[in-house]
Nanobody, 128 residues
Framework: QVQLAESGGGLVQAGGSLRLSCTAS????????MGWFRQAPGKEREFVAA????????YYRDSVKGRFTISRENAKDTTDLLMSNLEPAAAALYYC?????????????????????WGPGTQVTVSS
């Protein structure tokens, strides 16, 4: 089993920045993609960003491109999501996920059901 733990959520004013971090533990191994998803009350969980094992493939939902940056450090089994110029619409419970897709450079799925391992989530609140 693989366990994930997120940290870094909190309250931020609109226009501010926040960095989320996620650490994987347990039966981790090389080659996994890591991703961030979010879920606001009454809404479905949605894709935010993902990164492949080599960090040469990063993927974002359109609404966060240019403002959010995903990164990872394989030696530490961690991934970060730096969120800048936050809008109230970004408020949600943010989840870290990991999965081993067909190859180390495969494009990670944007569908939550395609990811097996999830953290418990960290809350992000944006005040206007």
């Amino acid at each position: 089993q693989v366990q994930l733990a997120e940290s870094g959520g909190g309250l931020v004013q609109a226009g501010g920045s926040l960095r989320l971090s996620c650490t994987a533990s347990g039966r981790t191994r090389s080659g996994n993609a890591m991703g961030w998803f979010r879920q606001a009350p009454g809404k479905e969980r949605e894709f935010v960003a993902a990164i492949n094992w080599f960090s040469d493939g990063t993927y974002y939902r359109d609404s966060v491109k240019g403002r959010f940056t995903i990164s990872r450090e394989n030696a530490k089994d961690t991934t970060d999501l730096l969120m800048s110029n936050l809008e109230p619409a970004a408020a949600a419970l943010y989840y870290c996920a990991t999965e081993w897709f067909a190859s180390m450079r495969a494009t990670p799925s944007r569908i939550p059901q395609a990811w097996r391992y999830w953290g418990p989530g960290t809350q992000v609140t944006v005040s206007s």
